[in-house]
Nanobody, 123 residues
Framework: QVQLVESGGGSVQAGGSLRLSCEAS???????????AAWYRQAPGKHRELVASIGTGVSTNYADFVKGRFTISTNNAKTTVFLQMNSLKSEDTAVYYC??????????????WGQGTQVIVAS
């Protein structure tokens, strides 16, 4: 069983920063890694939208509305995904979700979602 657990959300003033983390864990303890990951967000009354993604190498992609402000990265072990958010705006307020393709030693590669972490940016 693979789980993605997000953390790092909270409330911040406009212009501030937050760093979100998404840690993957495998209950069986088998060796695993994240092959591809992305952060999505969903604001009240809106559809879930892609914020940033990172591939198996170092390739990254960003939505236009976060370019130059957000940075997606992983740790060297490819078990945790980060989203550094700088220069936050009130319109960044949303629940942020981690999504990742996880490969383990005993399970076929599959896609997983985290439970979400709330980000509130006060203007």
């Amino acid at each position: 069983q693979v789980q993605l657990v997000e953390s790092g959300g909270g409330s911040v003033q406009a212009g501030g920063s937050l760093r979100l983390s998404c840690e993957a864990s495998v209950t069986s303890g088998s060796i695993f890694r994240i092959n591809r990951a992305a952060w999505y967000r969903q604001a009240p009354g809106k559809h879930r939208e892609l914020v940033a993604s990172i591939g198996t190498g170092v390739s990254t992609n960003y939505a236009d509305f976060v370019k130059g402000r957000f940075t997606i990265s992983t740790n060297n072990a490819k078990t945790t995904v980060f989203l550094q958010m700088n220069s936050l705006k009130s319109e960044d307020t949303a629940v942020y979700y981690c999504n990742a393709d996880v490969q383990t030693a005993i399970l076929n590669p599959a896609n997983y979602w985290g439970q979400g972490t709330q980000v509130i940016v006060a203007s």
